[in-house]
């Protein structure tokens, strides 16, 4: 009997190893329904972490999937001058050009209404209140771009009100362009969320 017992003992002590050397995902396998199928473990965190931005949307803009993958987000908005549009980019550490060149290059697709370039007539600012470093561009005319990218048809009376904000390791911008009527409807929430710009996850 007592042989018995040291038997006994020996066995179940040797499983107890057995089941503890397993790694976590033959452990989870065992618990399947089906012997043969292997659920590997969760995956990593895959989060924006400390290089995203965060912003409260404004009231009434309708985000919608962005049609680009240079895009981040993708907004429609409407107001008294007809409906406008808000997008917003991120191309990575050292890509996109430095801050004013993108002003410039904005500006370039905008002519005034005598016909000259509205580039003369940028407005560049710096926005108080703001828990990241954000500059604001400002342009009016005739914009000759499209509600996308690239070239469109000319639209009179049209505004851009753009932010670039200083992200961890990069710039990220963002460029609301529409009627004039509108955007200068939509000015204070348009900064209202550059205001709430902040960084991590």
């Not at 001058?81 to 002003?103: K, M, S, T």
């Not at 710039?171 to 710009?197: C, H, N, Y």
């Amino acid at each position: 009997m007592l042989r018995y017992q040291i038997y006994a003992s020996t066995v179940l002590l040797a499983l107890f190893f057995l089941i503890g050397a397993c790694s976590p995902s033959e452990q989870t396998a065992k618990t399947s329904s089906n012997p043969d199928v292997v659920i590997p473990p969760p995956p990593a965190d895959t989060g924006s972490g400390e290089t995203g931005l965060h912003w409260v949307d404004p009231a009434g803009w309708e985000a919608h999937a962005p049609e680009s993958s240079m895009r981040k987000a993708q907004y429609r908005v409407d107001g008294p001058g007809g409906r406008g549009q808000c997008l917003v980019f991120y191309f990575g550490p050292g890509q996109g050009g430095d801050p004013l060149a993108n002003a410039q290059r904005w500006a370039h697709q905008f002519k005034a209404s005598d016909g000259s370039a509205a580039f003369e007539a940028l407005d560049l600012s710096e926005l108080e209140g703001s828990l990241l470093p954000v500059r604001i561009v400002e342009v009016h005319g005739t914009y000759q771009g499209s509600m996308g990218s690239g070239p469109g048809e000319e639209k009179a009376n049209y505004m851009l009100l753009g932010a670039i904000v200083d992200g961890p390791d990069a710039p990220w911008f963002f460029k609301f362009t529409g009627p004039e009527d509108t955007v200068e409807d939509q000015r204070e929430a348009f900064l209202g969320m550059m205001r709430s710009i902040r960084a991590g996850s």
